[in-house]
């Protein structure tokens, strides 16, 4: 089964910018949607974006579109979410997952999560 790293995470200001990575093991992530999802404490885990497995097609949560963009280098294994204009909101345990379809996602791999913490 695929191994799933994400790194990235820290402190940061509001505005702010950070990018997260998702380093997988194996063969299977170049044949896999990819996608980030969030979990804040106190909260259930949410939906942030996904990516299809070409790269060509990504989809966003209503809270992070036009601030956050995800993307993915089959050739290196890795995916990535590029966080703009950060907002304490935006506070959360991030974490990778892959699947065999966009809506597989969270039923797939899952990396370990790195924090993001938004400071006002």
């Known amino acids: 089964q695929v191994q799933l790293r994400d790194s990235g995470g820290g402190l940061v200001q509001t505005g702010g910018s950070l990018r997260l990575s998702c380093a997988a093991s194996?063969?299977?992530?170049?044949?896999?949607?990819m996608g980030w999802f969030r979990q804040a404490p106190g909260k259930e885990r949410e939906f942030v974006a996904a990516?299809?497995?070409?790269?060509?097609?990504?989809v966003y949560a209503d809270s992070v579109k036009g601030r956050f963009t995800i993307s993915r280098d089959n050739a290196k294994n890795t995916g990535y979410l590029q966080m703009n204009s950060l907002e304490p909101e935006d506070t959360a345990v991030y974490y990778c997952?892959?699947?065999?379809?966009?809506?597989?996602?969270?039923?797939?791999?899952w990396g370990q999560g790195t924090q993001v913490t938004v400071s006002s």
């Open positions: 194996g063969r299977t992530f170049s044949s896999s949607a």
């Open positions: 997952a892959l699947g065999s379809s966009m809506g597989t996602i969270s039923k797939g791999s």
């Open positions: 990516i299809t497995v070409s790269g060509g097609r990504a």
